[in-house]
């Protein structure tokens, strides 16, 4: 049963519009989520964070967006960039699990030029 | 100047065979963990290692051992390989439970 969810397997936008990447989770006991960005042939990368106190985190192009009552995050892009062209992970993780990540499936953007 | 370094990059090897991944860090960090990336590229905790003393196990066959000689190596030795074992494994370090995790370059192995 995979606690956390990445329905979209692909998305691709056009450069300069907006990517609007989606997950969902099962675990209300999570309370702290994460994003990471992955290239081929290279591991996963630290994006962006979210604590569960809050429900939007800003970090220059990149946004995540914090629903709890729906379960659901997503990470905002703007404007997007061709070098954007990643696989992008949600993760989640809950106090007292010794903080262990749970990943989803990725979602592989590609930002057409 | 790589951070998290994973050796081999790719391994090729037959069913039975006995092989190991050697993960170093050199980040200074005191946790380091392995990750399976399955063939539906979910990425699984497999081990996690606080100073040297293992904090996560989860349920992962036990011909999986994970030895860590000092906190900036965590390697994984697998015993009587399987088909099932073909994946890509990430080796990962963080300075802290619970803090940023950075990943290595990631290992894959392919058993014939």
């Known amino acids: 049963d995979q606690q956390v969810k990445q329905n979209s397997p692909s998305l691709s936008v056009q450069e300069g519009r907006i990517s609007i990447l989606n997950c969902d989770y099962t675990?209300?006991?999570?309370?702290?989520f994460l994003w990471y960005k992955k290239y081929p042939a290279e591991g996963p990368t630290f994006l962006i964070s979210?604590?569960?106190?809050?429900d939007k985190n800003e970090d220059g192009r990149f946004t995540v967006f914090l629903n709890k009552s729906a379960k659901h995050l997503s990470l905002h892009i703007v404007p997007s960039q061709p070098g954007d062209s990643a696989v992008y992970f949600c993760?989640?993780?809950?106090?007292?699990?010794?903080?262990?990540?749970?990943f989803g499936s990725g979602t592989q953007l590609t930002v057409l030029p | 100047d790589t951070a998290v370094s994973q050796t081999p990059k790719y391994l090729v090897t037959q069913m039975g065979n006995d092989k190991s991944i050697k993960c170093e860090q050199n980040?200074?960090?005191?946790?380091m963990y392995w990750y399976k990336q399955d063939s539906k590229k979910f990425l699984k905790i497999m081990f996690s290692?606080?100073?040297?003393?293992?904090?996560i196990n989860e349920t992962v066959p036990n011909r999986f051992s994970p030895k860590s000689p000092d906190k900036a190596h965590l390697n994984l030795h697998i015993n009587s390989l399987e088909l099932g074992d073909s994946a890509v494994y990430f080796c990962?370090?963080?300075?802290?439970?619970?803090?940023?995790?950075?990943f290595g370059p990631g290992t894959r192995l392919t058993v014939l």
């Open positions: 990962a370090s963080s300075q802290g439970v619970g803090q940023q995790q950075f």
């Open positions: 675990n209300s006991m999570f309370d702290y």
């Open positions: 979210i604590s569960s106190i809050k």
């Open positions: 993760a989640a993780s809950e106090y007292g699990s010794a903080r262990q990540l749970t």
């Open positions: 980040l200074g960090h005191d946790t």
């Open positions: 290692y606080n100073n040297k003393e293992l904090i």
